[in-house]
């Protein structure tokens, strides 16, 4: 129940072409849901979050998109650039005290010129 | 500026070997975890500490590992005897979890630890 499960594995995208990548989670009572982003030989750092009670978050060219019903959600990057290869990872948690995380396996993303 | 460090960066030892690790949280956070990561398992938690006090530690091989937070600007990760399936990043990250708040968890670099 505390898995979250993140697809796909490793992503090739076009500069300006559009990445999306999804995630699905388990545990109806998770009720943060963040995105981190790691550069190689670096540790994740948080890119953006969301929270159940909205649909969508927009920060520049990142987006989240929150479906609770089908207990899923993604991160849509926009205008992709070469400065964007990372290792993504989504993650579920909480808000509030309780702090712990549950993260996805990661997906490697590579925008080309 | 504030940023969790971790030491050693690289530790290259052999199998049988004591390894100790150490994370500087960031001044003021309360809440320290330990991460490993690997190509195969991705990010997996292995302990966490909320002022100091260990709250979680349940991914944590037992028999070998042990974490600990002598005081609050200092965590360490051991392992005793180090066998080559240990090999991956250990990072350390910290947070100060607020209600209402998102819970930002903040990295430090990782020590890349490799099992001989």
């Known amino acids: 129940q505390q898995q979250v499960k993140q697809s796909p594995q490793s992503l090739i995208v076009q500069k300006g072409g559009i990445s999306i990548i999804n995630c699905a989670y388990e545990?109806?009572?998770?009720?943060?849901f963040p995105w981190y982003q790691q550069f190689p030989g670096k540790g994740p750092a948080l890119l953006i979050a969301?929270?159940?009670?909205?649909s969508e978050k927009k920060e520049g060219r990142f987006t989240i998109s929150f479906n609770k019903s089908a207990k899923q959600f993604s991160l849509h990057i926009m205008d992709s650039q070469p400065g964007d290869s990372a290792t993504y990872f989504c993650?579920?948690?909480?808000?509030?005290?309780?702090?712990?995380?549950?993260f996805g396996t990661g997906t490697r993303l590579q925008v080309t010129l | 500026d504030a940023r969790v460090t971790q030491t050693p960066r690289h530790k290259v030892t052999e199998m049988g070997q004591e390894v100790t690790m150490r994370c500087q949280p960031i001044?003021?956070?309360?809440?320290v975890f330990w991460y490993r990561q690997t190509m195969m398992q991705g990010l997996e938690l292995l302990a966490y500490?909320?002022?100091?006090?260990?709250?979680?530690d349940s991914g944590m091989p037992k028999d070998r590992f042990s974490a600990e937070m002598p005081d609050a600007t200092l965590a360490t990760l051991k392992i005793q005897p180090s066998e080559p399936r240990d090999s991956a990043v250990y990072f350390c990250?910290?947070?100060?979890?607020?209600?209402?708040?998102?819970?930002?968890?903040?990295f430090g670099p990782g020590t890349r630890l490799t099992v001989l």
């Open positions: 990250a910290s947070g100060l979890p607020r209600t209402g708040h998102y819970n930002e968890q903040f």
């Open positions: 545990n109806t009572a998770f009720d943060y």
């Open positions: 969301i929270r159940p009670d909205v």
């Open positions: 993650a579920a948690g909480y808000t509030g005290t309780a702090s712990k995380l549950t």
């Open positions: 001044l003021g956070h309360n809440t």
């Open positions: 500490f909320r002022n100091r006090a260990p709250l979680d």
